[in-house]
């Protein structure tokens, strides 16, 4: 897949075999996962969802840091990524942009400030 776009966290370019494992029966449930087989459930072939997951950034829900074990069924595999009309106008939970403002976003983003995606009404903003 493609080359780092400049941005300033851990980079993987993706490869055949890279999956998001999304199986809450497996005890790797909610990773990155580097397999010749799927992992089972509905686990993503990150290599194959060309154009959205050309670049794309992990937003850590039910994984660590934030929990210190993901929990089974309470949501996995949700990525900043780039919108795709090939599913349809919606994601399946993730939050895709234009790929302009994705590739903007990303070289933005520094994980030395522990950067956080909020997904709220504009007048609750402040809350956060």
Excluded: K
């Amino acid at each position: 897949m493609a080359a780092n776009p400049g941005v300033r966290y851990p980079y993987h370019r993706l490869f055949s075999g890279d999956w998001w494992n999304e199986n809450p029966t497996s005890p790797r449930y909610n990773t990155f996962q580097q397999t010749a087989t799927n992992p089972g459930g509905n686990s993503e072939a990150l290599w194959q969802e060309v154009p959205a997951y050309t670049h794309f950034a992990v937003i850590t829900y039910n994984m660590a840091p934030n929990v210190p074990t993901p929990v089974p069924y309470a949501g996995s595999g949700i990525f900043l990524h780039e919108f795709s009309r090939s599913g349809g106008n919606a994601t399946a939970g993730c939050v895709a942009v234009s790929h302009t403002h994705l590739v903007t976003v990303l070289r933005w983003l520094n994980p030395a400030l522990s950067p956080r995606i909020v997904l709220s009404p504009f007048p609750n903003l402040g809350r956060y």
